[in-house]
């Protein structure tokens, strides 16, 4: 039996406070494969390809790593205590520096919160449900004060990669000081996200970078994800792609950065502006590695397995109707969660759950016919009033359903208009509604990486509806952060 690292729940971790006061500046994610004892690798793969088809196989196959060496490694960098890193109750054995370790089910994915002094690092240890392998993912993301520390450890991290025999030695500024570290270009196909940001330098046939390269690689370094070979080493490697040019002799390429591929030339240095934007990158790319990690722990299994739309969409093909309704809820599901995302936080995230919701749940819900003002028009949709409510409770210019329920006064002045008979014709036949409830069973979800406590519904009906259409969701007031999850159909509330 593999060995676990003692923990608390994820449940108590501290979620509220870091989000109003943590401020990642950095972030860095390693990946690495978990050697498992011979013959397991192929039972688990079995295992997880039969697991929708096998009623036997009532139980999902789960990878427990020992990570012990990786926290033995840290240690032994920083002169803690290992011993107390495993036990992860705050204590390393170094004054003035902390280690909170949160896990789930007493297991995997774990959330560290680490206080090295003054500065503020969060690390997830994650295992990816690949169907292929079994996969390490360690994410790290620090504060301005942390940044040093990060620095201090990344290349420790690093060691769980594969990376190439040939590594560079640089040196990273920590503090005051200056640290020679060895860095290397990852292995072919290790890298995290596919679609994510690169950094590629060109090393000449003597494999020395020029000065200004040299320098800007210690920047780099430990950041988004690196390759420095020659020219003729990356065409290798990418040999099946096609149109593809690798960087020149001392050329410097970022591939999918800012939407595009910025090249600089062997003289051409890059802008702090754009160094900045690295840096910022790569605290998206540790968030999105957390946020998939909690997802699978905790987000997907909510409302049991996530739900297996995909025969269903296919089924549906010829429906007009759901497919309509599916592409509404993509439209606005993408309109709360990734607007403004590449230039300031993203407060407002979706459970796995919400964008493969069930056709049922989503039919009925498009605008009817009504008469408003005298006039023949169309009711609100749904969807949408669900959507846009969901988007002013991040809004700070808006106010929310929650706050218009709060908002009352001391003492309720009440009247009455004395109106002609036409009046009546006025009148809204399709009134719209919305109210938001407490759970009551509240229950945990993941927002950004980090476990949060769902405890409120968010309801929406018209006149005419048989039942409302629901949201479950978690706020903060203070900074706006909602997380929002399981889509449902429920009774119309009653007054």
Same mark, same amino acid.
């Given at each position: 039996?593999?060995?676990?690292?003692?923990?608390?729940?994820?449940?108590?971790?501290?979620?509220?406070? %870091?989000?109003?006061?943590?401020?990642?500046?950095?972030?860095?994610?390693?990946?690495?494969?978990?050697?498992?004892?011979?013959?397991?690798?192929?039972?688990?793969?079995?295992?997880?390809?039969?697991?929708?088809?096998?009623?036997?196989?009532?139980?999902?196959?789960?990878?427990?790593?020992?990570?012990?060496?990786?926290?033995?490694?840290?240690?032994?960098?920083?002169?803690? =205590?290992?011993?107390?890193?495993?036990?992860?109750?705050?204590?390393?054995?170094?004054?003035?520096?902390?280690?909170?370790?949160?896990?789930?089910?007493?297991?995997?994915?774990?959330?560290?919160?680490?206080?090295?002094?003054?500065?503020?690092?969060?690390?997830?240890?994650?295992?990816?449900?690949?169907?292929? &392998?079994?996969?390490?993912?360690?994410?790290?993301?620090?504060?301005?004060?942390?940044?040093?520390?990060?620095?201090?450890?990344? &290349?420790?991290?690093?060691?769980?990669?594969?990376?190439? &025999?040939?590594?560079?030695?640089?040196?990273?500024?920590?503090?005051?000081?200056?640290?020679?570290?060895?860095?290397?270009?990852? #292995?072919? #196909?290790?890298?995290?996200?596919?679609?994510?940001?690169? %950094?590629?330098?060109?090393?000449?046939?003597?494999?020395?970078?020029?000065?200004?390269?040299?320098?800007?690689? +210690?920047?780099?370094?430990?950041?988004?994800?690196?390759?420095?070979?020659?020219?003729? +080493? %990356?065409?290798?490697?990418?040999?099946?792609?096609?149109?593809? !040019?690798?960087?020149?002799?001392?050329?410097?390429?970022?591939?999918?950065?800012?939407?595009?591929?910025?090249?600089?030339?062997? =003289?051409?240095?890059?802008?702090?502006?754009?160094?900045?934007?690295?840096?910022?990158?790569?605290?998206?790319?540790? #968030? $999105?590695?957390?946020?998939?990690?909690? &997802?699978?722990?905790?987000?997907?299994?909510?409302?049991? @397995?996530?739900?297996?739309?995909?025969?269903?969409?296919?089924?549906?093909?010829?429906?007009?109707?759901?497919?309509?309704?599916?592409?509404?809820?993509?439209?606005?599901?993408?309109?709360?969660?990734?607007?403004? !995302?590449?230039?300031?936080?993203?407060?407002?995230?979706?459970?796995?759950?919400?964008?493969?919701?069930?056709?049922?749940?989503?039919?009925?819900?498009?605008?009817?016919?009504?008469?408003?003002?005298?006039?023949?028009?169309?009711?609100?949709?749904?969807?949408?009033?669900? /959507?846009?409510?969901?988007?002013?409770? $991040? =809004?700070?210019?808006?106010?929310?359903?929650? @706050?218009?329920?709060?908002?009352?006064?001391?003492?309720?002045?009440?009247?009455?208009?004395?109106?002609?008979?036409?009046?009546?014709?006025?009148?809204?036949?399709?009134?719209?509604?919305?109210?938001?409830? =407490?759970?009551?069973?509240?229950?945990?979800?993941?927002?950004?990486?980090?476990?949060?406590?769902?405890?409120?519904?968010?309801?929406?009906?018209?006149?005419?509806?048989?039942?409302?259409?629901?949201?479950? /969701?978690?706020?903060?007031?203070?900074?706006?952060?909602?997380?929002?999850?399981?889509?449902?159909?429920?009774?119309?509330?009653?007054?």
């Amino acid at each position: 039996m593999t060995p676990h690292i003692h923990s608390y729940s994820l449940q108590a971790f501290p979620t509220e406070k %870091i989000l109003k006061e943590f401020k990642p500046v950095r972030g860095f994610v390693a990946r690495g494969a978990i050697e498992l004892p011979p013959g397991q690798e192929e039972l688990l793969r079995i295992a997880k390809r039969n697991r929708k088809d096998d009623e036997l196989g009532w139980q999902d196959p789960t990878v427990l790593p020992d990570v012990r060496p990786l926290f033995d490694a840290i240690a032994e960098r920083l002169g803690y =205590d290992p011993a107390l890193l495993a036990e992860g109750k705050g204590d390393t054995g170094k004054p003035g520096h902390d280690w909170f370790t949160y896990g789930h089910n007493g297991g995997f994915p774990l959330l560290i919160r680490w206080k090295p002094g003054q500065g503020n690092l969060l690390l997830s240890i994650a295992v990816t449900p690949s169907q292929h &392998d079994s996969v390490l993912i360690v994410s790290v993301l620090a504060d301005e004060a942390g940044r040093d520390t990060l620095l201090q450890v990344a &290349d420790v991290l690093q060691g769980i990669e594969v990376t190439s &025999d040939q590594p560079e030695t640089i040196d990273i500024t920590v503090g005051d000081t200056l640290q020679k570290v060895k860095i290397a270009s990852l #292995g072919q #196909g290790t890298t995290w996200f596919v679609d994510c940001p690169q %950094i590629l330098f060109g090393l000449p046939e003597n494999r020395q970078l020029n000065a200004l390269r040299r320098r800007e690689l +210690e920047r780099l370094a430990f950041s988004l994800p690196l390759t420095i070979k020659t020219p003729e +080493e %990356i065409q290798k490697e990418r040999s099946h792609w096609t149109d593809f !040019r690798p960087p020149g002799p001392n050329e410097l390429r970022i591939e999918r950065f800012l939407e595009t591929t910025l090249v600089f030339g062997p =003289d051409e240095p890059l802008s702090e502006s754009i160094i900045k934007e690295v840096y910022r990158e790569s605290c998206d790319l540790a #968030g $999105s590695a957390m946020s998939f990690a909690m &997802d699978e722990a905790l987000g997907a299994k909510n409302c049991g @397995e996530v739900r297996a739309s995909q025969q269903l969409i296919w089924k549906e093909k010829m429906d007009v109707e759901a497919t309509e309704r599916r592409n509404k809820l993509h439209r606005e599901a993408n309109g709360v969660e990734y607007s403004g !995302r590449k230039r300031e936080i993203r407060r407002v995230s979706l459970g796995a759950d919400v964008r493969v919701t069930p056709s049922d749940i989503l039919r009925d819900t498009r605008p009817v016919a009504k008469m408003s003002g005298g006039d023949l028009d169309t009711s609100v949709d749904l969807l949408e009033n669900l /959507f846009r409510e969901i988007a002013r409770l $991040s =809004d700070a210019n808006c106010v929310s359903v929650i @706050e218009n329920q709060r908002q009352k006064p001391k003492l309720s002045i009440k009247g009455e208009a004395i109106l002609p008979p036409l009046a009546k014709q006025y009148e809204d036949t399709v009134i719209e509604y919305r109210r938001v409830e =407490d759970l009551k069973s509240p229950y945990a979800s993941a927002h950004r990486g980090l476990p949060v406590r769902v405890d409120k519904r968010l309801i929406v009906w018209r006149d005419g509806d048989t039942q409302a259409l629901a949201a479950d /969701f978690f706020h903060l007031p203070a900074t706006k952060d909602t997380h929002v999850t399981n889509l449902q159909r429920v009774p119309i509330p009653k007054s």
